[in-house]
């Protein structure tokens, strides 16, 4: 049993819940020997590299992952600043309904009822939202180009073929998904190469760094290490590493 993992980069927006105890330990970007407390009910935003997370609420832990976007009527303003970052859910949603989530659903025993309750929960919010945060259609258009093309479309492109100026796009695009065009289209790369590696690992490397979109072998390895930690033969080599979780 290991005390440590860390989590490679995502691009989804979570909440967390410790059914176990009101409090989560959060650590620093980049660090394992740093960390703050936080209640037990967290709102995760992306992750543009590796982040350390403790084993020891696991046991009892449940998790809401959002599509890229999908969590803006929910959160709204708070998305273009949780980059990397995490926050408690009651100063996220600012409704006193969350202080009471976390203990309801830590009262109920079956997964299913407890899915039932957050979905309760989210729908029971949308409906007493006098204004709900529509996304822009741009946005959306934004985020199939940049996951359906390995190369990553040039961001000026996108934003022609919505009638928006370079910037306005950015500036719609991380605030609804918390991230920039070029981070998103980032941490997609990567997570398509994590999942070569482990789907396909007799595939040359070369090969693989220009299917997944980067420029070549060079790029490639850099770049990975440079989110993970460690080298794509690194990978390769470890059969510890679960939905993203690798053991320390």
Excluded at 16 to 32: A, E, K, M, P, V
Excluded at 84 to 99: F, M, N
Excluded at 175 to 200: D, I, M, N
Aim: contains cysteine; glycine residues 8%.
């Amino acid at each position: 049993m290991h005390e440590l993992e860390y989590k490679l980069p995502d691009v989804h927006m979570s909440w967390i819940f410790n059914l176990s105890h009101d409090r989560l330990r959060i650590y620093g970007q980049g660090t394992s020997d740093r960390y703050e407390h936080m209640p037990g009910a967290v709102v995760a935003g992306p992750k543009t590299s590796r982040y350390w997370l403790n084993t020891a609420c696991q046991n009892a832990c449940l998790g809401i992952e959002f599509k890229p976007g999908g969590a803006y009527p929910f959160l709204g303003g708070w998305m273009s600043v949780l980059q990397d970052s995490d926050i408690p859910l009651q100063e996220a949603i600012g409704h006193p309904d969350t202080v009471n989530l976390r203990c309801e659903l830590s009262e109920l025993s079956a997964p299913a009822e407890r899915f039932q309750r957050v979905e309760k929960f989210l729908f029971g919010y949308l409906a007493r939202q006098i204004e709900i945060p529509r996304g822009h259609s741009a946005v959306t258009a934004g985020l199939l180009a940049l996951a359906g093309n390995p190369a990553a479309p040039l961001v000026r492109d996108i934003a022609e073929k919505a009638n928006l100026s370079t910037e306005r796009f950015i500036q719609l695009f991380k605030r609804e998904t918390g991230l920039t065009p070029k981070q998103y289209a980032g941490v997609v790369r990567f997570q398509r190469a994590v999942e070569h590696l482990r789907s396909k690992p007799e595939v040359d490397a070369l090969e693989l760094a220009l299917a997944c979109g980067y420029y070549d072998q060079s790029h490639f390895n850099r770049d990975f290490r440079l989110r993970s930690g460690m080298t794509p033969t690194d990978m390769l080599r470890r059969q510890d590493i679960v939905f993203n979780h690798v053991p320390v």
